[in-house]
């Protein structure tokens, strides 16, 4: 069996997928021997499905889980279970309020901005644990996470300082603590 | 993706969803979150395909959950629970993009996608783009963007089959297609794909984007 071109093309998708009949890709196989741009076509193809394979391609929001269940929960909750609720959350909110305005009046607030809009709070990451920060950096990770993107000019100090200094938790090396506080 | 948020992928764990489902319906409603939260990529992933904005489809996704969550007595058993709130979620992605644009026809097929046939742009010998470079957030960027690009039929069989790992036949249960369509669809978008991203054809920024610093990825 003996195959051109463009059946080569038409069958290269599932060729990638192991759905050829055991001839048919020993004919493709053979062919992308001899064919250089056919060989060229089946590596970048190949090349595309590792790619965007990958869990890093699909970046979920920061907080869908979170939102969603709250959502799922609000829906599921019988009205009248949920209003007594809300007077509930209600009354929470204005003692935190009022507690809150004691609070500025007193001291200053040690929660700084942090310097990603995007980043998610270190609820759940212990103070105490050494991490590292890049200068130019927005995260703080574990020592020898991928992710350090400028790992020249790296410093090391305690998780609290940190978040003091506004850097957020790495979504990836510090994960574990996130997802108590973050669904 | 973690152990413990990956689908159910044995009968172990099929076994443990079922029993969700039926408590669930028997009214333990808060275990819903539970028997949906190894699909949450899923379904955002779905709805983005479909909506490419973050906000319309994690509203899209929400509202599908929803749905899941008030129709689950119509679920049934012989069913994948995966593919039938993957879906609720591809319907309502569609029900908004039809909504915004209404008046505006997107193709349902075109006559290449009929007769299958699609030849490759770019016979210059493909440069590895080696994984490692997904790191980097500007890479991550070009390649959405490449993704984009394509037309909606190719992009949902492409973020279910290959972003997502559903097989051919659940992909096609998910489109309401054939599984021939499903592959064939597929094909053309992986050789799109493959077009856009080969070095200096219709991809410019492949050029600039892994050379700058005078560093070659491969």
């Known amino acids: 069996m003996v195959v051109d071109c463009e059946q080569v093309w038409r069958e290269v998708s599932n060729y990638l997928d192991g759905d050829v009949e055991p001839r048919l890709r020993t004919a493709m196989d053979e062919h992308f021997r001899s064919c250089h741009r056919c060989a060229a076509v089946l590596e970048g193809t190949r090349n595309v499905v590792r790619l965007y394979g990958d869990e890093r391609m699909l970046e979920v929001p920061l907080g869908f889980g979170r939102r969603l269940e709250r959502r799922l929960l609000e829906e599921s909750t019988p009205a009248s279970r949920r209003t007594f609720l809300g007077w509930l959350v209600a009354a929470a909110t204005a003692l935190l309020v009022a507690g809150g305005i004691e609070l500025s009046r007193t001291s200053q607030s040690d929660q700084p901005a942090l310097r990603s809009q995007l980043a998610q709070s270190a609820v759940g990451v212990p103070p105490g644990l050494m991490v590292v920060v890049a200068e130019e950096g927005k995260m703080f990770h574990l020592a020898g996470c991928d992710f350090i993107h400028d790992k020249s000019n790296l410093r090391t100090m305690p998780a609290r300082e940190a978040m003091r200094e506004g850097y957020a938790p790495c979504i990836r090396c510090l994960k574990k603590y996130l997802e108590t506080s973050v669904g | ?218």
């Open chain 2, 1 to 218: 993706m973690p152990a413990e948020l990956s689908p159910p992928d044995n009968s172990a764990q099929q076994l443990h969803e079922q029993q969700l489902i039926q408590r669930t319906r028997d009214g333990e409603h808060e275990l819903f979150y539970e028997l949906i939260r190894p699909y949450e990529r899923r379904l955002y992933a779905a709805a983005y395909a479909i909506l490419r904005n973050e906000a319309d489809a994690e509203d899209a996704a929400q509202e599908a959950v929803l749905k899941a969550f008030k129709n689950l007595r119509q679920f049934r058993a012989e069913a994948k629970f995966s593919t039938w709130l993957t879906q609720i979620t591809i319907n309502e992605a569609r029900m908004r993009k039809r909504k915004e644009h209404a008046g505006l026809i997107e193709p349902i097929a075109t006559d290449e996608e009929r007769d299958g046939s699609y030849a490759p742009r770019d016979f210059a010998d493909w440069r590895e783009i080696p994984s490692e470079t997904l790191e980097r957030k500007e890479v991550r960027e070009k390649l959405a963007e490449a993704l984009a690009s394509l037309g909606q039929i190719y992009r949902e069989v492409f973020v279910l089959r290959d972003m997502q790992q559903l097989s051919i036949e659940d992909t096609a249960k998910a489109l309401g297609i054939s599984k021939a369509s499903v592959k064939t669809r597929l094909l053309r978008a992986r050789l799109m794909l493959r077009d856009l991203l080969a070095p200096g054809l219709g991809g410019p920024w492949s050029k600039q984007l892994f050379f700058e610093k005078g560093a070659k990825p491969w």
